[in-house]
């Protein structure tokens, strides 16, 4: 170990890989497989040159698979030799996604519009995506999750969420209206479809990241956190097949620009929280609260309780809109606002409930450690600092004091060391609840490592 | 210390399951909406028959050309029902959705008696619009019981192409 090297989790990576990784092996390799599945599918049965060109979904599971591969690697090396694969793990699951984007459900699904119409949707749908990414990562006010991981989180929901649900769908929504009498029933039929594989599809990035990347998924929050993040990213992708579909039906009759601009208020102003964010908010509390179960089965309830209350959160709306109409007076603008929080409203105040509990517990938690660890006279946290980190808001003023006295420079270095301080009291925290499985000098040189952020953060 | 009585996430795990439970609920609630629409009942052997569906004159209210699955969406379109093979003992009517679920054209609901000169089912373009929607276009031949649509006997399946 490097004398200096910023530790920024709370649970360091173990020296002995856990099997939870052999499971997050498992779900990666179905997931690959489906999605070349897709591709294989797109090619034979799609009949247009656009699906033909899904074939490319392949070259990016190749892509997928390399960086993957490469990653793994990575966890095994020195920490210079570690940073040099993971960037190419990263530029190489980048470039995949990026060809999945572009040439998959851009392309794919938006092509009735057009390039330029599918564009301008999509560059519309960025600010306002974006403002929800910063919103929802700013909720975790003890412990920010990295912004690689919650942008690979709204990337899985974007690119590969929706790829694995196209085919699952299609043929599920196929069969049911070639069988069904049309009415409620198929909407019911369709909002099943809909609400078991989009959720299954956006969950699977989540429990991934709860197996993978335990040192950064502490508790209910982060996983609220992440859920929420990947149901960003799959609002995004699905607001920009909304658009373009509508914008295409409707530009004949010269109202394109209308349907597409509500499509825009409905799913990225009114809908941008109260939607897919809610729902895979739900999985993901479930699985945090999961993270902080003691027994495997109450782990499992956990999880299976998250998903089916994010299940029953889609279905409900997607089934049941048709029993709340908008009228096409002006009272209609008032209907859509009400008709969203009335159906979805009561989801994402069950989300919020969950999101302050678990804030309220952190928080205790945190003071209760970080006040252990000042009695324990290490120096790494001191008797006078208890207070301040247990509060964002007073460590935001000692911050800004910093700022004051020693510029930005100042101002980045006490935030590292209060990241790490509150970094050592979380892993205080789950070594006290024995819900970690890093050996105790892992604890020890997350203070050595304080000790020297201090040092350097000294103004 | 580990997960215990007072522990707090205990609060959270229960507050959780009472979430899942609300869940069940919902579920069940969308279950019996989809037997409720969709009963288990069928009716042997009675089946409707679709011609086809053809392009249609609005004008004259005849049809023409070769039966076809796919129509542009300034094209008018219509289908053919024989309702000589349905019991006089059924309540029946056709009925053309469009790709968003909204009717544009129906006939019914009667006996095939009744309906045995509408043999002729339009779809029709929705008020206000030049064109038809396209997308995916089912029309219906179903069997009524109390008022309400409870069995498909014919079907077809037509696209209008953007």
Known sequence: ?????????????????????????????????IIAGNSLLDYVFIDTIPARATLYGLVAVALIALGTYIQE?????????????????GVLL???????????????????????????CALACVPTTAFGLWVVRRIDRNEKEPWRLVLVAAAWGAVVATSLVIWAETFWDTIAAN?????????????????????????????????????????????????????????FMESITYMTNLYSIFSPEGSGGIAAGFQWYARQVLGLFMGHATYTALVGAGIGIARQLPSRRQKVIAIIAGFLVAIAAHFSWDAWLTFFPIETSLFGLVEVHLRTVVMTGPFTAGVIVLLAMGLRNESRALYAQLRK????????????????????????????RALDKGGFGAYVRLARLQTAQLDLAMERWHRERREIDTPLEAEQELRGEILTLRRRAAF | MAAGASDPVRTLYRTLLAYGAFAILILAAGVAEYVHFEPFTSSPGVHAKVVGVYAYDPASRQTSGPN????????????????SGLPQSITVEAVWYD????????????????????????????????????????FAVERLDHGRPVEVLGRRVVDVER
Do not use: C
Not at chain 1, 382 to 392: G, K, M, T
Not at chain 2, 69 to 82: H, L, S, T
């Open chain 1, 179 to 235: 069988t069904l009498v049309p009415g409620p029933g198929l909407d019911a039929s369709n909002a099943f479809s809909a609400g078991l594989f989009e959720e299954l599809g956006k969950g699977a990035a989540v429990v991934l990241l709860f197996l993978v990347m335990r040192n950064e998924f502490d508790d209910v929050v982060d996983g609220i956190v992440y859920g929420a993040a990947v149901g960003l990213g799959f609002n």
């Open chain 2, 99 to 138: 790709s968003f679920e909204n009717i544009v054209g129906s006939v019914g609901p009667g006996t095939p008696d009744e309906l045995r000169d509408q043999t002729i089912v339009p779809a029709a373009v929705p008020e206000g619009l030049k064109y038809h929607l396209p997308g995916q276009y089912i």
């Open chain 1, 373 to 400: 660890e000042a009695a324990v006279g290490a120096g790494a946290v001191l008797p006078a600092e208890v207070d301040i980190l247990a509060s964002p808001w007073r460590r935001f003023g000692e911050r800004l």
């Open chain 1, 94 to 120: 980048g470039l995949a996604a990026m060809l999945w984007l572009l040439l998959s459900d851009l392309f794919l699904f938006a092509q009735a519009a057009g390039p330029v119409v599918a564009a301008v």
């Open chain 1, 73 to 89: 690697r990575a966890l095994n090396r020195d920490p210079i030799t570690r940073r040099r694969h993971l960037i190419r793990a």
């Open chain 1, 1 to 33: 170990m490097s004398a200096y090297t910023l530790r920024t989790a709370a649970n360091p990576r173990p020296r002995n890989r856990p099997a939870r990784y052999t499971i997050a092996a498992v779900i990666g390799a179905v997931v690959i497989l």
């Open chain 2, 68 to 83: 076809r699955e796919r129509f542009a969406r300034n094209e008018q379109f219509a289908a053919i029902v024989d309702w």
